[in-house]
């Protein structure tokens, strides 16, 4: 098992930044494809972007491009979310999850095993 926890949330200004962590206990993660998900209010989780194992490979959702950055540090079994140039449209809880082995890209909710409980970014215009 693998328990994720999110933290960094908030409530920034549009053009702001925010640093999401995902910090994860009972298994190492390094093994593991790691994804950022969104859900707004009274509206689906969506994709936001994934990184492979080592950290040598990342995707992102189109309108999160050039300005949402992820990364890991494996020593310290964390995965992060950089979020550049925040948009009101951002605004979002914001789940980190774990899959063992995506079936594809990575981008779809169902791929994963593993979530966080979330953690609400608030983007004010």
């Known amino acids: 098992q693998v328990q994720l926890v999110e933290s960094g949330g908030g409530l920034v200004q549009a053009g702001g930044s925010l640093r999401l962590s995902c910090s994860a206990s009972?298994?190492?993660?390094?093994?593991?494809?790691m994804g950022w998900f969104r859900q707004a209010p009274g509206k689906e989780r969506n994709f936001v972007g994934v990184?492979?194992?080592?950290?040598?490979?990342?995707y992102y959702t189109d309108s999160v491009k050039g300005r949402f950055t992820i990364s890991r540090d494996n020593a310290k079994n964390t995965v992060y979310l950089q979020m550049n140039s925040l948009k009101p449209e951002d605004t979002a809880v914001y789940y980190c999850?774990?899959?063992?082995?995506?079936?594809?890209?990575?981008?779809?909710?169902?791929?994963?095993?593993?979530w966080g409980q979330g953690t609400q970014v608030t983007v004010s215009s």
């Open positions: 999850a774990a899959s063992i082995r995506p079936s594809g890209l990575g981008t779809s909710q169902f791929e994963y095993n593993y």
């Open positions: 009972g298994r190492t993660i390094s093994s593991y494809y």
């Open positions: 990184i492979s194992w080592s950290g040598g490979s990342t």
